[in-house]
């Protein structure tokens, strides 16, 4: 839970394949807010008023925020050319992540590294919501962002006074009283194969002391003019409009240029400047060949990478998903074969917007065929890049298939499990598949061998059930795909999935005891330990967070349970009835036990297992409780019923008694409490019928035992 961070950002716990942050030379989103003190802004009013507005969008437990707003360059910058300076730029400190408490910003509470409001000049607005941060598609903290009265974005990075500053000279200001600009375009840029189809909008913007109230705009096609549209309207300064023109289709590369030509029927642009923006497209090159690798060279933080392939209808042919590069500053290779002509997509992740070089290491990556030429490189991009190709006349591959699953971490179970192995398949050849030969090994030896038989179409995805296995130790399964469709598979890459089986460990005590040590921020962990049913018989650690609060980042050390900071909290656990019994441990934060460490052990002192480290938002581990409470083990006791069960006002315990015996029967609690005596007598043999009164205990899990002072017996009893 560590808290202190050495990057220069703190990332969100987002997923990285959502909406980068806004690319500079956006049109900013407006938004109404009101600070702490009761005050509203509107940022399109102040921009309108011709002053550029500096935005810090930070978070209070974020390292680096803390740090730069502990050089107070933004206090300065807003005391020289704020509303008490010149009054030419704005200050505004957006908390940027919702589930911080306002309380925080004063320094209270957990989640924050001290009093953001003293000695704060400018206007600080708690975005509780979330709805400021999500039109800005922040990703990480702080993000420092420049506007321009035209209401144009660029970040700037955690730069000093003079440099934020000076981006304010890049600003287009209004000049004259007819001039109008193009300062954006929406619609296809970049490469695209075969042909590609356009909707080509831009956006025109008064930069005009006058009213705007009509214009023309000419649309250019590798210089020749295609098209042209007369806007009218009535535009303030630096007000925008939207022009689309018609819809049209490219097979080459083409420069498109929009051009304003006339303003307010004038062709008197008094700044020409702006009158022009050039978009470029390109036709994606095309190969002949089948197979091809992919390289990588990691930066020093590789687990933020991740990268797919598909085709051009979106399916989805190769992937590495963000964390399964580990190793900084490393070449990694894969084999990607494609198994007949179309256009293809690759596109690579980075979940910290910084690309792969070269800011932290100087990552790269490329494609290239088996005579080593590069189809495409890279390195420098933000969240990601996008590189189509296409592969045309090429020779084909028929009998490919792939394992798309991917099973990471180990499955625990208790005492014989069977299992039914069950592999996604796709078809990366170009026809179809009806026939493939599985093998399954344990630890490389050979357990069985199958064919499957159906159809799967190229590019499609079926599910295959394999033969069910009974496990009953250890094992390390590799299921591998080697035939298709009676033929060897052409390309061996993806074609087996491992899957480790570990047996939980076993005590026959009913006595656990649980160690643990928490970190800086005890007051983050809950945990909890589960029947085979599902049902919760202990837990501890603040209730606020509970089973579902990893990474919600919602707890405060006030809270009920809490536990203190670098403590250690010992609880001993009676478990009423053999059960396979499930441990979580969860992190309210989402980033597990620095330093701490969770050890269950048995009434023997036998350690059953261990959870440490950074595990992220939760743990898990599994323990078999096999207790002695087979009716082999009170030799005279049999045919034992409890009924109904789960009951409401009562609840009847049957049994048979061969002979003789005193019995102890008892009602407990989870904890192993006992709450009620039903009866401690000497039974005669025969059948007996004992009434349990539960109209009067709260609702739950609980569990009768019968102790003939050698042997014991449990029953589990769930009152509604």
Known sequence: MKKTFTLYVCLLLTLHYATAQLPNGSVVPDFTATDIEGNTWNLYDILTQGKEVILDVSATWCGPCWTYHNTHVLSDIYNTYGPNGTDEIMVLFIEGDPSTPV????????????????????????????????????????????????????????????????????????????????????????????????????????????????????????????????????????????????????????????????????????????????????????????????????????????????TSDGILLYSIAQGTYTNASTNYQHQVALPSDGCFEFTIFDSANDGICCGYG????????????????????????????????????????????????????????????????????????????????????????????????????????LQTLTLSNNAELSIHLTQVNGADDVYTTYNSVDVQFIKAPQTLTNTLQLSLSTDDYGYE?????????????????????????????????????????????????????????????????????????????????????????????????????????????????????LFPNPAKEQSTLSFHLTEKTHLDIGLFNVLGQRIENINTTNFLPGLHNLTINTSKIYPGIYFILLNDGLNKQSMKLIVH
Not at 199 to 226: I, R
Not at 291 to 309: A, G, K, Q, R
Not at 536 to 548: C, E, K, L, Q, R
Request: proline share 3%; with cysteine.
């Open 362 to 465: 100087n990552g790269r990556y490329r494609l290239i065929d088996q005579q080593n030429n590069v189809i495409f490189q890279g390195g420098e991009f933000t969240s990601s890049a996008a590189r189509p190709f296409e592969l045309a006349e090429s020779a084909g591959i028929n009998n490919n298939a792939s394992i798309r699953s991917s099973i990471v971490e180990p499955i625990h179970f208790c005492g014989d499990m069977e299992y039914i192995p069950q592999v996604s398949v796709q078809n990366i050849g170009a026809q179809a598949i009806e026939t493939i030969h599985f093998e399954v090994m344990d630890n490389s030896t050979l357990v069985y061998e199958m064919d499957w038989q159906g159809s799967i179409a190229p590019y499609a995805t079926q599910t295959v059930d």
């Open 103 to 310: 309380d925080a910003l004063h320094g209270i509470g957990g989640g924050t590294l001290g009093d953001w409001v003293k000695d704060t000049p400018y206007p600080i607005i708690d975005d509780a919501d979330g709805s400021i941060a999500s039109a800005f598609n922040i990703t990480y903290f702080p993000t420092i962002y420049h506007i321009c009265p035209n209401l144009i974005i660029n970040e700037t990075g955690q730069a000093d006074a003079n440099t934020l500053v000076a981006f304010g000279d890049d600003c287009q200001r209004a000049f004259g009283a007819n001039n109008a600009g193009i300062i954006r375009y929406e619609g296809f840029a970049g490469t695209f194969c075969q042909t590609a189809s356009i909707l080509p909008t831009t956006t025109l913007q008064n930069l005009g002391t006058d009213n705007l109230s009509s214009a023309s705009v000419d649309l250019l096609l590798n210089g020749q003019l295609v098209e042209t549209k007369d806007w009218t309207g009535d535009l303030t300064t630096y007000q925008l409009a939207e022009v689309t023109f018609s819809e049209f289709s490219i097979d080459q590369s083409t420069e498109m240029s929009f051009v304003v030509t006339t303003v307010n029927g004038t062709t008197n642009d008094e700044d020409t400047s702006n009158n022009q923006l050039d978009i470029s497209t390109l036709l994606a090159p095309d190969y002949q060949e089948n197979l091809y690798t992919f390289e990588i060279l990691t930066d020093e933080y590789p687990t933020e990478t991740s990268w797919e392939m598909r």
């Open 525 to 641: 962990l809950y945990w909890q330990l589960t029947d085979d049913s599902g049902d919760v018989v202990a837990s501890g650690g603040n209730t606020t967070v509970g089973p579902d609060g990893g990474g919600q980042r919602v707890a405060s050390d006030t809270d009920p349970g809490a536990y203190g900071n670098n403590t250690t909290i010992t609880e001993t656990i009676e478990v009423p009835y053999s059960s396979c019994y499930d441990f979580l441990l969860v992190d309210d934060y989402g980033d597990g036990l620095e330093v701490g460490q969770a050890v269950m052990s048995d009434e023997n002192g036998a350690e059953l297992f261990r959870l440490s480290g950074n595990f992220g938002t939760e743990a898990q581990s599994r323990v078999d409780v096999a207790l002695s409470v087979s009716t082999d083990e009170i030799e005279a006791l049999n045919q034992v019923k």
